[in-house]
Antibody
Framework: QVQLQESGPGLVKPSQTLSLTCTVS??????????WTWIRQQPGKGLEWVGY???????FYTPSLKSRLTMSIDTSNNQFSLSLNSVTAADTAMYYC???????????WGQGMLVTVSS | DIQMTQSPSSLSASVGDRVTITCRAS??????LHWYQHKPGKVPKLLIF???SLHSGVPSRFSGSGSGTDFTLTISSLQPEDFATYYC????????FGQGTKVEI
């Protein structure tokens, strides 16, 4: 049974970099041709697609975050990561990693990680 | 950017009711439209993909229809466990979610 699990600091200071990792267990991150995805939900708001990375390292980011966002993949450890720099309080959110089976929808989600941006 | 607009933003319903939620895209997206259920403190759950295909394990009281710009999610007989927020999401260009529809008692 494939599972996703987010990890990282739950508190980040303004202007610093938010870094999260998603560990994939139960299958190889290189199998199946999946797009490994990040989605966030700011408090009281709806879901927001952040971007995805393919096992080749190819990435696609949402335009509104593209200038601050970097995603990477570590196939040897079956992990993919998100790095968002110059964060503000507006980046406070529940961050989910998810799997897109190359068909545009998200069929498997991590439990989510709440990240608060505050001094 | 493709904008997704759901209506209503919230609705009140009773167990056994037939519930319909609408999602409209700002441009044609063919059938690149998917629906999710999200309960507080839980992980979003895929219900419908490609506008009308039921995801594995999802009860048959959920159904989806539409193409182009207008789509609907229907719950044929609302059950207690269906009270949640529902989101549509397009994958025609990038990925965008609707703002959500909260189904309340």
């Amino acid at each position: 049974q494939v599972q996703l699990q987010e990890s990282g600091p739950g508190l980040v200071k303004p202007s610093q970099t938010l870094s999260l990792t998603c560990t994939v267990s139960g299958d190889s991150i290189t199998s199946g041709g999946y797009y490994w995805t990040w989605i966030r939900q700011q408090p009281g708001k709806g879901l927001e697609w952040v971007g995805y990375i393919y096992h080749s390292g190819a990435t696609f980011y949402t335009p509104s975050l593209k200038s601050r966002l970097t995603m990477s993949i570590d196939t040897s450890n079956n992990q993919f990561s998100l790095s968002l720099n110059s964060v503000t309080a507006a980046d406070t959110a529940m961050y989910y990693c998810a799997r897109d089976p190359h068909r545009g929808y998200f069929d498997l989600w991590g439990q989510g990680m709440l990240v608060t941006v505050s001094s | 950017d493709i904008q997704m607009t759901q209506s209503p933003s919230s609705l009140s319903a009773s167990v056994g009711d037939r519930v319909t939620i609408t999602c409209r895209a700002s441009q044609s997206i063919s059938t690149y439209l998917h629906w999710y259920q999200h309960k507080p403190g839980k992980v979003p759950k895929l219900l419908i993909f490609a506008a009308s295909s039921l995801h594995s394990g999802v009860p048959s009281r959920f159904s989806g229809s539409g193409s182009g710009t207008d789509f609907t999610l229907t719950i044929s007989s609302l059950q207690p466990e269906d009270f949640a927020t529902y989101y549509c999401q397009q994958s025609y260009s990038d990925r965008t979610f609707g703002q959500g529809t909260k189904v309340e008692i």
